[in-house]
Every structure is written in structure tokens, then in C-alpha cells.
């Protein structure tokens, strides 16, 4: 049970940019005590700083790539040691993938960063988690994901499947956690179509970010943000929300015996306990 009496701490992955540091700064403001993870030490000094002018407090930083699985358990060994609880988890780091790339971990990167990574924090953190927010996204309609074989994508690459694949992999691994995890409240959610540093190594997505009509990164997080702090009797545990309103994802993203099957792959793929 999230303890009311005391600030909440907020801990935020991908809180450098777009939708994860519009959500510290709302949070931030309406009086929790943020936590910033990020990947690049220059863009999440300048979050902090943002958080700061917002709020008036400074939030702590902690840097992890998840990219590398064992900045993931470094950096989850880091946050056991400065909190004895998380009250909220937001799992808002994600990448899109332009080109084919294996990790170090030997994983599709985009599969590691946006799913193995996350599962992997919350698998070590979850006796500290009070609830777990995940960024997800319409895009699991094009998601083609085999627990067999996480690195699926990696044949005939396209950007877009492996990114659909690694959303459709947070919407199952959502619900699979609340199933297994029945005393911490979770929850995904699609944030619209947002203007983001995503594929910003593209010309053509660079061009395409100025010219549509994305919503801001403050208009993506608001969902985020009332996901964290709706009272849970109102919210479904599992559930996959759009703008503040369940929704149901498709079939191949709702699938119970998928979302377990998944959850076994992933705990061998990261050497956790499943």
C-alpha cells in the first residue's frame, strides 16, 4: 500500500527528454520527490535542472543505458540503496531502432531497451515498487512477438515491427505483472503520437516530427501522470489505458497464456527467477 503521509518517490526512466521529463516535471510540482534515470549524463543534467526551475527541488539523477543489462542491475542495486521504497515505477524508457543492432547482451535492441531492460528493473526492484506506470503504445498493432525467439525481428529488419513488437511486449508483460504481482498495482498506456527525440538520427522522421501534427510531450504524459495518481480501486490492474480511458488492445497484446509465455522467456533472457 502506497503510504500517503509522507511525499511519494516518483522514479522515472528516459526522464532526459519528451513524455519522461514532462511527467517528473508535473510530479514534481504537484509535491513528489522525482527520481530521473537517463541515458546521456549532459541531457539528464539539464532535466534536473528543468525539474529544479519547476519545482524548487533538485531530484536525484541516476545515469543506466539499457542498452547494457548490467547498468540495468548496476543502476537497480543504486536505487535499493538510497530508497526503501518506490511508491511509483515509471517504465517510460524506449527507443525506436532505425537499423538492425545487436546489444552486448546479444538481444535486438530494440526488444532489450524497451521490454528486457524495464522487466529486468522491476523483477529487481519489486519488493520496493508500490505501483508501476509503463509506457507503451499504439504501435503493438504492428508488434510480431515470438518468446521463442526475442530476436525475431532481427530477420528482415523493419523499424517499426521490431519498435511494434517491444510495445506489444509492455502491454503483456503489464498484465502478466499484475497477475503475478497482485499487491502492486500496474498499468500501460499508449501516450498518443508525440513529438519526441525518437529517430531523431532520421532525416525523413526529423522532417515528418516538424511538419505533423504530434501532440506535445506534456499532452503524452498526462496520462502517465494520472495513472500514478488515480486512487487503484478506480484503475484496473493490467489494464491498457488512452488519454485517461481504458482501452483494449488487440488480441495478440491481451493474450494470458502469451503475456506467461513471455514472462518466461524473459526472466532466462536476463537471469532472473520467473
Same mark, same amino acid.
Given at each position: ?35 530521473? =534515470?537517463? @541515458?546521456?549524463?549532459?541531457? %539528464?543534467? *539539464? $532535466?534536473? !535542472? &528543468? ?20 547498468? =540495468?542491475? @548496476?543502476?537497480?542495486?543504486? %536505487?535499493? *540503496? $538510497?530508497? !526503501? &521504497? ?30 528486457? $531492460? ?33 530476436? $525475431? ?122
Amino acid at each position: 500500500m502506497e503510504d500517503l503521509t509522507e511525499r511519494r518517490i516518483v522514479v522515472v526512466t528516459g526522464a532526459s527528454s519528451g513524455i519522461g521529463l514532462a511527467a517528473a516535471v508535473d510530479l514534481a510540482t504537484r509535491g513528489d520527490q522525482v527520481v530521473l =534515470v537517463g @541515458r546521456d549524463p549532459a541531457r %539528464l543534467q *539539464a $532535466a534536473g !535542472d &528543468r525539474v529544479r526551475e519547476a519545482s524548487g527541488e533538485r531530484p536525484e539523477l541516476f545515469r543506466a543505458d539499457f542498452a547494457v543489462l548490467d547498468d =540495468v542491475r @548496476r543502476l537497480a542495486e543504486k %536505487l535499493r *540503496a $538510497a530508497y !526503501d &521504497r518506490i511508491d511509483v515505477l515509471a517504465n517510460n524508457a524506449g527507443a525506436i531502432v532505425l537499423q538492425p543492432v545487436t546489444t552486448v547482451d546479444g538481444f535486438e535492441l530494440s526488444i532489450q531497451a524497451n521490454h528486457l $531492460a524495464p522487466f529486468l528493473l522491476s523483477n529487481l526492484l519489486r519488493d520496493r515498487i508500490g505501483r508501476m506506470v509503463v509506457t507503451a503504445s499504439g504501435a503493438h498493432r504492428s508488434g510480431v512477438l515470438d518468446p521463442a525467439d526475442l530476436n $525475431a525481428t532481427l530477420r528482415d529488419f523493419r523499424a517499426y515491427r521490431a519498435y511494434g513488437t517491444s510495445k506489444q511486449a509492455n502491454i503483456l508483460f503489464t498484465a502478466e505483472a499484475a497477475r503475478r504481482w497482485p499487491d502492486v498495482p500496474a498499468y500501460s498506456f499508449h501516450p498518443g503520437v508525440v513529438r519526441t527525440r525518437f529517430g531523431a538520427d532520421s532525416p525523413l522522421v526529423s522532417l515528418g516530427m516538424r511538419l505533423l501534427p504530434f501532440r506535445s510531450p506534456e499532452k503524452g504524459a498526462e496520462t502517465l501522470v494520472w495513472l500514478a495518481n488515480q486512487d487503484p480501486s478506480r484503475l484496473t490492474s493490467g489494464g491498457y489505458y488512452y488519454d485517461r480511458r481504458p482501452r483494449r488492445p488487440l488480441a495478440k497484446a491481451r493474450d494470458p497464456q502469451l503475456a506467461a509465455r513471455l514472462w518466461t522467456a524473459s526472466a532466462q533472457a536476463v537471469g532472473v527467477d520467473a
